[in-house]
């Protein structure tokens, strides 16, 4: 049972980067499935989170409107479009998979994937 973070990388402010979850072992389309990400000195936060069965999305307020999270079933893959990317959004990023009560809180999930790092700058 493995989830594969990747997509990562270098970019100037106002770009773009799409992350990708990738889940071994087991259907990612039973769990709700949410991208948490922690910069340097900071606690993990959360940033989205994707629904198991009823398609709905949840975002942090200091991503909504610019990352979109979606899955891929037959690929068993979830992604995260990040677009506008800022500064403030450098930090590694892990996505999570489990049924949070609170999907915004890293709690109550099963798996978790290695973090892939975002790095926004000029």
């Known amino acids: 049972v493995q989830l594969q973070a990747s997509g990562g990388g270098l970019v100037q402010p106002g770009g773009s980067l799409r992350l990708s979850c990738a889940a071994s072992?087991?259907?990612?389309?039973?769990?709700?499935i949410g991208w948490f990400r922690q910069a340097p000195g900071k606690k993990r936060e959360g940033v989205s989170f994707s629904h198991p069965s009823d398609g709905t999305t949840n975002y942090a307020n200091s991503v909504k409107g610019r990352f979109t999270i979606s899955r891929d079933n037959a690929k068993n893959t979830v992604y995260l479009q990040m677009d506008s990317l800022k500064p403030e959004d450098t930090a590694v990023y892990h996505c999570a998979a489990g049924w949070p009560s609170i999907p915004l809180l890293d709690l109550e999930y099963h798996y978790w994937g290695q973090g892939t790092l975002v790095t926004v700058s000029s």
């Open positions: 072992g087991f259907s990612l389309d039973n769990y709700g």
